[in-house]
């Protein structure tokens, strides 16, 4: 890989999950020589990264003035969720049949951490660690499915709705992980589809409801 490319992909990491941690607002202008000034590398390698954001919908390209920080509205959220819902929903009905017991036990001691959150649902500190949790239960169950470009789609769609997750009060739901994986375990692939589908569309219900 280039050293180019290195540092493209570093600015753009970066920007990315300042951006999905709320660090970077709705609104919030990116300048191109700012950035690289301030992160210490070149324009091109900058200019490179905010149009991968800009391509993912992440900021808008705004003529002599930079990028701005996109906001993710009803809409965004209520399109997402619907497409989770189809394509999560299929995903585990494919990582039923081939989950290993490798990926069982990396469930269960995510969820694990994710009960011992949840014991402390007042602390906003712990937030963050909760949202990562979650992300990694949901693509451990999508890199199962031995789907790369599956297992991407669905990384990509928790990135876009991780800035709704600010609005979501909950910092882990493990009870209903449980049923998920309990159901990977049996290899039932029909209780384990009905379990996704109502987790995504219980989290769905719960965030629009703050918009």
């Known amino acids: ?63 002599r003035v930079g990028y701005a920080v996109t906001r993710l509205t009803l809409q965004d959220a209520l399109e997402i969720f619907a497409l989770r819902v189809i394509v999560e929903v299929e995903a585990i009905g494919i990582a039923a049949e081939r989950i290993t017991e490798s990926d069982i036990s990396r469930l269960i001691e995510n969820n694990k951490k994710e009960s011992a959150l949840a014991q402390h649902p007042a602390d906003a500190s712990l937030r963050e660690q909760g949202y990562q949790l979650n992300r990694e239960f949901h693509l451990i169950i999508a890199q199962a499915t031995g789907n790369n470009r599956l297992a991407r789609l669905i990384q990509s769609m928790i990135d876009d709705l991780e800035r709704a997750l600010s609005f979501d009060p909950y910092i882990a739901d493990p009870t209903q992980h449980d049923d998920i994986i309990l159901y990977l375990k049996n290899r039932d692939k029909a209780k384990a589809q009905a379990a996704m589908r109502r987790h995504i569309e219980e989290t769905r219900a719960r965030i629009v409801n703050r918009f």
């Open 1 to 63: 890989m280039k050293k180019t490319d290195t540092k493209k992909l570093f600015v753009y990491g970066l920007l990315k999950r300042r951006i999905i941690a709320g660090e970077l607002t709705a609104g919030t202008i990116l300048n191109e020589s700012d950035l690289a000034q301030e992160l210490e590398v070149g324009k091109t390698p900058t200019r490179e990264a905010l149009i991968m954001l800009a391509h993912e919908g992440f900021v808008d390209a705004l003529p």
